[in-house]
């Protein structure tokens, strides 16, 4: 294929898979920012200004949910576009195929599928994370106490008058009850002032309390450290809230997933939330290929009716949000575990690529 066209074709689409992304992420940061408007509304001394920096914070991942979405959109506007034209008869008259003319497109949703999983959703993950610190800090949503890290499992908890923080270098799980091995808890006041230390190889955590064998306790009161045979510590943390917080692989950066997916199976919990997520992850440029592959099946037969224009954009766009509903249910089998997570991620894709491609043979080709 000629370098020229080839360039020419990948500028025109990627000017239109621009203009339709902003235009979408503005609408969504528009939705959501009323949205975080009437939920301030519902509290007191909350400025504007950190809704609209909630806002800025949220719209990372809305756009990696949309730009399935915006894939489509923009293809069936780049393909309904040049289908009449006198561009895409000239080149069929000189012998280019269909092919030629979507290779640049597939190489290019292809390199923004990579790009959004290896580098944006770092990104999305980090403003995610800040997100949810400052609705914390403004008082739009409750604390979480959990982190997770390369040193083990972090707990912070606010009880009466006194802040505890609990660091684990490994956890297991064990019917009801949590075993944390080379615990440290640090007793603090609400101010941060330093109220004393325990250290203990081995620690039990059950509904309500922290259990710490043999624990090393240091004193800055008094000046003093001693061991202790059994230390308990009142706390809220139970199996239940620990699992509840697991369940959050959005605001996990793509590079971390294997780690952290280890170090769950490590101690004993589920980690099948993570690997859908993480599979899920893989096969998206997949995903955003099998949305372009639509559009062409819809938009690139010519035609010159008004009425079958109009059915062909809406199978078109029916097509993909098809396409959008069976990746959710295959999702959810997928974590039900009906299906293996290798088929719940990519399925969908393989399914609708070779019969989009089927179809562009058939339509093209003869």
């Known amino acids: 294929?000629?370098?020229?066209?080839?360039?020419?074709?990948?500028?025109?689409?990627?000017?239109?898979?621009?203009?339709?992304?902003?235009?979408?992420?503005?609408?969504?940061?528009?939705?959501?920012?009323?949205?975080?408007l009437r939920n301030a509304a519902k509290r007191e001394n909350i400025a504007f200004i950190d809704v609209g920096i909630l806002a800025l914070l949220k719209s990372p991942q809305m756009i990696h949910i949309i730009l399935p979405f915006v894939t489509l959109i923009a293809g069936i506007i780049f393909f309904f576009k040049y289908s009449n034209s006198s561009e895409l008869i000239v080149m069929r008259a000189v012998g280019l195929s269909v092919w030629n003319?979507?290779?640049?497109?597939?190489?290019?949703?292809?390199?923004?599928?990579?790009?959004?999983?290896?580098?944006?959703n770092p990104f999305a993950s980090l403003t995610a994370k800040q997100f949810e610190r400052l609705e914390e800090r403004i008082g739009m949503s409750r604390s979480h106490p959990f982190s997770w890290s390369e040193d083990g499992l972090w707990l912070r908890e606010t009880r009466d008058d006194k802040t505890i923080v609990v660091r684990a270098s490994r956890?297991?799980?064990?019917?009801?009850?949590?075993?944390?091995?080379?615990?440290?808890?640090?007793?603090?006041?609400?101010?941060?002032?330093?109220?004393?230390?325990?250290?203990?190889?081995?620690?039990?955590?059950?509904d309500g309390k922290l259990i710490l064998k043999n624990a090393f306790v240091i004193d800055p009161i008094k000046e003093d450290s001693y061991t202790k045979a059994q230390a308990v510590v009142e706390t809220d943390f139970n199996l239940e809230r620990i699992l509840e917080r697991f369940d959050e692989p959005r605001t996990m950066s793509f590079w971390r997933f294997p780690k952290f997916i280890r170090f769950l199976k490590d101690s004993g919990f589920s980690s099948i939330n993570h690997e859908m997520y993480f599979n899920g992850l893989i096969a998206y440029p997949a995903f955003l290929l099998a949305m372009v592959f639509i559009a062409a099946v819809f938009a690139l037969p010519p035609t010159t009716r008004q009425g079958k224009f109009l059915i062909r954009l809406i199978l078109a766009i029916l097509s993909g949000f098809l396409l959008y509903f069976l990746s959710q249910v295959t999702n959810v089998l997928g974590l039900s575990q009906s299906l293996p997570l290798f088929l719940a991620a990519w399925g969908p894709s393989l399914i609708v690529i070779p019969l989009c491609i089927s179809a562009l043979l058939h339509l093209e080709d003869g």
Request: charged residues 15%; proline residues 1%.
């Open 171 to 206: 956890v297991r799980q064990k019917d009801n009850e949590v075993f944390l091995d080379k615990v440290s808890v640090f007793e603090l006041t609400k101010e941060d002032t330093f109220l004393q230390q325990l250290e203990a190889n081995v620690g039990v955590l059950g």
């Open 1 to 36: 294929m000629n370098l020229i066209l080839f360039r020419y074709i990948l500028k025109q689409f990627a000017l239109i898979f621009f203009a339709t992304l902003f235009i979408l992420t503005a609408i969504v940061l528009l939705f959501d920012t009323i949205e975080l």
């Open 101 to 120: 003319f979507i290779l640049p497109i597939l190489m290019f949703t292809l390199i923004i599928g990579v790009f959004d999983v290896t580098v944006f």
